[in-house]
């Protein structure tokens, strides 16, 4: 009796519409006491409604199983992004029903609106779909699709749940993944921001004989082939291929500082996926170094078909630390794991000039074994509030320290130019198409 309870009548709740027939054969019953003329009216009333209550009850819970309902997501859920979510329902009644979907999303999340409503005719299938965008990266867990079923006479509605406790991984940013993948080997770069390089050196394994077009070097002009086509036609040098491309992230507090929901350690995550799938494409061997108060993760270079399942593996999972990075331990773990010279990209951010004079001395000893660039941050509202016009005393003295601050990031650009090491100054959002602009150039000088 306890277990035909459980399964029916805790997922049975009455709905407005039987509390307001109920409350009117109240007022019947009220009525009767002024006017006797009413006589079994109230009493009838009410057993009409109870045994339409019945009746709802009975054609609800007839079928054991009078609706299907499912979500169907991806396997992983790509962070900063909208990811799509779609919930099929079924109608398996002979009649119409009102349906109340509410989805439990992972708390993560906040939100409390995913309530749907709609009707649903016999036979009839019907998609619901949203997206969510999730600011961190980690687990995920969607609890149930809890579906609220109302026949046409609306008494009572009868719950069923649906796809139980289900946990999503939230990787790195991958959606558009591919659109990087095509810009890198198009002529449309410059639609996602991306540029075209023009060539300035070559070089020396040969490729092929190709029609002249604008851009290419005139000193690559095949004129024997020329003279045998009647039109300029120019030799085609491979770029080199199978350097090492490794992605240093900064996990320390400096990487806390949050913009448009995701903080610089994501941004920084990103990219590199980013740019280990373009470098990859363009056959160099990418790998992956994660450093704070000490060294973290450390996938060596290479260019197998799994890597970038490798490193989104690791970069999932890694959350920014509280203490600021040791450069000396990374130096030493660089020069323990990196044999051959290439490039080395470190995602940081500095505070101040004195918290790069700090750390230069290591970054001078990187780049005297590897190419070394160094991506850090602007801040975007330090140069909103540069920009914006002095009403008062304090609006001055705010607008004088935040030019200060951005005066002191160029003079850090200066700085690591000073010493040979390359640079991006960046805002977040531009940061992806930064350092793919910068690796490209860099491919197309002949630097790496």
């Known amino acids: 009796m306890k277990k035909f309870f459980q399964q029916y009548y805790i997922n049975l709740f009455l709905k407005d519409r039987f509390f307001a027939a109920l409350g009117f054969c109240v007022v019947l019953f009220l009525l009767k006491f002024f006017f006797t003329w009413l006589g079994d009216i109230p009493e009838i009333a009410t057993a009409v409604v109870f045994i339409l209550l019945f009746v709802d009850i009975f054609i609800l819970y007839r079928i054991p199983k009078g609706i299907d309902a499912h979500r169907f997501t991806s396997k992983r859920l790509s962070n900063g992004d909208e990811n799509p979510i779609q919930i099929e329902i079924k109608n398996r009644y002979g009649f119409g029903v009102n349906v109340r979907v509410i989805d439990e999303v992972p708390y993560q999340f906040q939100l409390r609106d995913k309530d749907f409503r709609l009707s649903l005719k ?18 995920y867990e969607f609890g149930f699709i809890r579906a609220y079923i109302g026949s046409p006479l609306g008494f009572i509605s009868r719950r069923y749940n649906f796809d139980g406790a289900k946990v999503l991984p939230v990787y790195p940013s991958f959606i558009n993944l591919g659109q990087y993948e095509l810009m890198a080997v198009s002529r449309h770069l410059t639609e996602m921001g991306i540029k075209r390089i023009r060539k300035i050196g070559n070089s020396s394994e040969f490729d092929q004989i190709k029609n002249y077009v604008g851009g290419d070097d005139i000193r690559t002009i095949n004129w024997k082939a020329t003279a045998r086509k009647g039109g300029l036609m120019v030799n085609n040098y491979t770029d080199e291929k199978s350097q090492n491309i490794y992605c240093i992230i900064d996990k320390s507090r400096v990487m806390r500082m949050p913009f448009g929901g995701l903080s610089l350690l994501d941004y920084a995550i990103n990219a590199t996926v980013a740019l280990t799938k373009v470098a990859m494409l363009k056959e ?61 990209v470190f995602f940081t951010n500095f505070e101040s000039l004195s918290a790069l004079e700090r750390q230069l001395p290591y970054l001078q000893r990187l780049s005297k074994y590897h190419l070394l660039l160094v991506v850090f941050f ?59 602009n910068r690796y490209l150039a860099l491919k197309a000088q002949q630097r790496i």
Do not use: C, W
Not at 123 to 137: F, G, Q
């Open 284 to 344: 160099d061997k990418a790998g992956l170094i994660t450093i704070s108060e000490t060294i973290g993760s450390i996938v060596p270079a290479d260019r197998k078909s799994a890597q970038l399942g490798n490193i989104m593996n690791v970069l999932y999972k890694e959350k920014t630390r509280y203490l600021e990075s040791n450069l000396e331990t990374l130096y030493s773990s660089v020069r323990a794991v990196v044999k051959q010279r290439g490039l080395l």
């Open 378 to 436: 602007e801040n975007t509202e330090l140069k909103t509030l540069s920009h914006a016009p002095a009403k008062d005393i304090e609006g001055i003295y705010h607008k004088t320290i935040a030019e200060k601050f951005i005066y002191e990031k160029k003079l850090m650009v200066k700085a690591l130019n000073k010493h040979g090491i390359l640079s991006i100054l960046t805002s977040p959002q531009n940061l992806t198409l930064n350092v793919i």
């Open 122 to 139: 016999s036979a009839e299938v019907k998609s619901i779909h949203y997206n969510l965008r999730p600011t961190k990266r980690g687990e």
